[in-house]
């Protein structure tokens, strides 16, 4: 069995930051690409940044400069650091990690309850 959990969501002011993480756990053999998505209301599910096994990140044109993705591979941790944010930045933040749970299975997307990040302006 394989969990996602994310935290560090809250309530915070335009310009300020936030720092959200994602514990993967449970039975784990291999974790590849790891990533942050968000839905805010009215608006579909959008993927924020990813990072793979060996550290290469992307990121969504809109957040880009201001998240840094990062990822603690002896924890199956992943980072979303959020800084100068802004109200469109409003949504609720998943994590998605693909994950083996076994040598011989093929990797399976795994997804996080979700955590809300309201920002205020």
């Known amino acids: 069995q394989v969990q996602l959990v994310e935290s560090g969501g809250g309530l915070v002011q335009a310009g300020g930051s936030l720092r959200l993480s994602c514990a993967a756990s449970?039975?784990?053999?291999?974790?590849?690409?790891m990533a942050w998505y968000r839905q805010a209301p009215g608006k579909q599910r959008e993927l924020v940044a990813a990072?793979?096994?060996?550290?290469?990140?992307n990121y969504a044109g809109s957040v880009k400069g201001r998240f840094t993705i990062s990822r603690d591979n002896a924890k199956n941790t992943v980072f979303l650091q959020m800084n100068s944010l802004k109200s469109e930045d409003t949504a609720v933040y998943y994590c998605?990690?693909?994950?083996?749970?076994?040598?011989?299975?093929?990797?399976?997307?795994?997804w996080g309850q979700g955590t809300q990040v309201t920002v205020s302006s």
């Open positions: 998605a990690a693909d994950i083996s749970t076994t040598w011989f299975t093929s990797l399976k997307e795994y």
């Open positions: 990072i793979t096994s060996g550290g290469s990140t």
């Open positions: 449970g039975t784990i053999f291999s974790i590849n690409a």
